[in-house]
């Protein structure tokens, strides 16, 4: 259990109550507190701008999901609160339906346990780097990236890199040290409505230590695990 997640509350609405129940359990084992709703119309009873994170079922009896989350974000006091929709239905218009509303994250049931409890951490670890005041440039010794600019510069070369390359590096930089796994990297990197695999990444990997030169061997495999920055 991470000491770090026991100050994030979590909303959980949903008219399964076993449902409730089990995500409750699951969520609270992680360190975080968990209330549950079983309606759109008992979670508005509650204090939802005291929670950092709403789990949000979209079929709800009375109130939708999506009925609650507009609500919600037209309401200055919780407009800011991360929402992840949890549902049955899986169509395109309704995913299309939920990003609009502004939701960060879309699960279709069933799903597993595991699923939610790496989508939800990914979630808060998205908000609190959005909350984090951040530099405006990263360095390693001669190893420089320009936040603002977009431009790398490898001992005082410029490098060109794309989109997906800039931000691996950012984030892998950003956070020396850190072991990040593969399912990590796709959710907070790559778009959310577009399905990558994790080769994807292991190819984007690959092009980032060619064009980052004797800086390479910083960007390190551990087997099982992930990729890290290794200063």
């Known amino acids: 259990m991470s000491a770090e997640n026991k100050k994030y509350g979590i909303l959980v609405v949903d008219d399964e109550m076993d449902l409730c129940e089990i995500l409750k359990f699951n969520l ?5 507190r968990v ?3 079983n309606s759109a119309e008992e979670a508005l009873t509650l204090d939802i701008p005291s929670f950092d994170l709403l789990l949000l079922d979209v079929m709800m009896e009375g109130m939708s999901g999506f009925s609650l989350a ?6 200055p006091k ?6 992840i929709f949890l549902t049955a239905r899986d169509t395109e218009n309704d995913t299309i339906t939920g990003f609009n509303l502004g939701a960060d994250d879309y699960i279709s049931k069933p799903f597993s346990i595991r699923e ?3 989508r939800v951490r990914a979630v808060i670890r998205r908000t609190d780097e959005r909350d984090r005041p951040q530099p405006t440039v990263l360095r390693y010794q001669g190893l420089e990236m320009n936040l603002d600019k977009k431009t790398v510069t490898v001992d005082g070369e410029p ?3 794309t989109k997906t390359e800039f931000e ?6 950003n956070e020396k040290g850190r072991v990040f796994s593969r399912q990590e990297l796709i959710d907070r990197i790559w778009p959310k409505d577009v399905l990558v695999l994790d080769r994807t990444v292991d190819v984007n990997i690959t092009r980032l230590r060619k064009k980052i030169g004797r800086f390479s061997k910083c960007i390190v495999t551990r087997l099982g695990f992930g990729y890290y920055f290794d200063a």
């Open 116 to 118: 939610v409890l790496v």
């Open 78 to 83: 919780t407009a800011d609160i991360p929402i």
């Open 35 to 37: 209330e549950t709703a």
């Open 168 to 173: 691996l590096l950012r984030f892998l930089l």
């Open 159 to 161: 490098v060109a890199f």
């Open 28 to 32: 609270e084992t992680e360190g975080y």
């Open 70 to 75: 507009k609500r919600l974000k037209a309401d």
